[in-house]
């Protein structure tokens, strides 16, 4: 999968800054306080507490990430991890130089905010029934940037760079809102396709993602699939894009190139033989969605695994 980047700030030089582990620079708004952290030097198990639920993003480096009750694990770039409030993160950076410092943003989010986002669309844009309701889940912490995340975080980043004046606090909320929605489709992404054969008999939207994956190697007729969810094809679109944030169309293309990443771990299976067996009937539409969903062609990705 591939992963989007969040925008870089210029690197401080060493003689403005207070520390060289974890110096930070705070940009406050009314509903939330971007946070840019900048480390200079290798540290380990180096303590951090936000009193506000967080959204963290690897903007440059590494770090090695610990929170309580759960193992560890690397943190790059193109990655987020939420917390909720008063969770103790301790932090090593095993790679971060003079030259080469280790920069991360952390976006604290008041609680009003959240709730008012969560209850809107509760209230305004519920999700069909049996789909689940909206809301943040702290258990998928650890999230691969898509592209409608990294925009919203990269929008607010662009705001505090270069906007000005009274508007600039609204601005940053209503992106903000926008990005709290667009990290709840992307634990929707996560959670269901984790789970989507456990809860398909109780999850209309996990049953119809179930009878797409049993079908990826045939033409996915929509009405069919609208059927799948007991809703007419508009409905079903529609509630579709809502909670995943992604078209039906576009779930069964990512899909099928993840199925395709499958064959091609077999260094003998052949493009062509991978594209066919993945539901595609185009090798030039393959190779082209194939390289706008990974960043490489699919012999690229395929030299490269091997």
């Known amino acids: 999968m591939k992963k989007f980047l969040i925008d ?3 690197t401080r030089d060493e003689r403005s800054l207070f520390t060289l582990v974890e110096n930070r620079t705070a940009y406050s708004y009314d509903m939330c306080e971007l946070n840019l952290f900048e480390t200079h030097r290798q540290a380990e198990n180096v303590n951090l507490m936000f009193d506000h639920f967080v959204l963290t993003s690897m903007l440059s480096g590494k770090k090695v990430m610990k929170l309580p009750e759960k193992p560890s694990f690397d943190y790059y770039p193109g990655e987020s991890v939420i917390l909720p ?20 943003i952390a976006l604290t989010i008041s609680n009003e905010a959240i709730v008012k986002t969560v209850d809107v669309l509760n209230e305004v844009h519920p999700k069909a029934q ?20 990294s925009d919203t975080i990269n929008r607010i980043i662009r705001i505090t760079k270069s906007e000005q004046g009274k508007a600039k606090d609204l601005m940053v909320e209503l992106t903000l809102r926008e990005m709290l929605i667009r990290l709840m489709q992307t634990q929707a992404r996560v959670v269901f396709e ?7 008999s109780s999850n209309a939207l996990a049953h119809t993602l179930h009878y797409i994956k049993n079908n990826l190697r045939t033409k ?4 069919k699939l609208a059927d799948q969810a007991c809703m007419s094809r508009a409905s079903f679109f529609k509630k ?23 064959h091609l771990k077999a260094g003998s299976t052949s493009i062509s033989k991978a594209c066919y067996a993945s539901g595609f009937e185009n090798l030039s539409h393959f ?3 194939f390289k706008q969903e990974v960043g490489m062609t699919p012999k ?3 030299l490269q695994y091997a």
């Open 240 to 262: 579709f894009k809502e909670t995943m944030g992604i078209t039906p169309s576009q779930y069964i293309q990512k899909a099928r190139i993840h199925l395709a990443q499958e």
């Open 85 to 104: 409030p008063g969770e103790m993160m301790s932090i090593d950076f095993p790679e971060a130089k003079k030259h080469n410092p280790t920069q991360c």
């Open 8 to 10: 870089s700030f210029p």
């Open 287 to 289: 190779t082209k969605s």
């Open 194 to 200: 984790k789970s989507y054969a456990l809860l398909s």
């Open 130 to 149: 049996t789909w689940g309701q909206w809301n943040i889940d702290p258990s998928i912490f650890h999230l691969t940037n898509n592209m409608e995340l």
């Open 300 to 302: 690229e990705w395929q």
């Open 220 to 223: 996915i007729d929509m009405n």
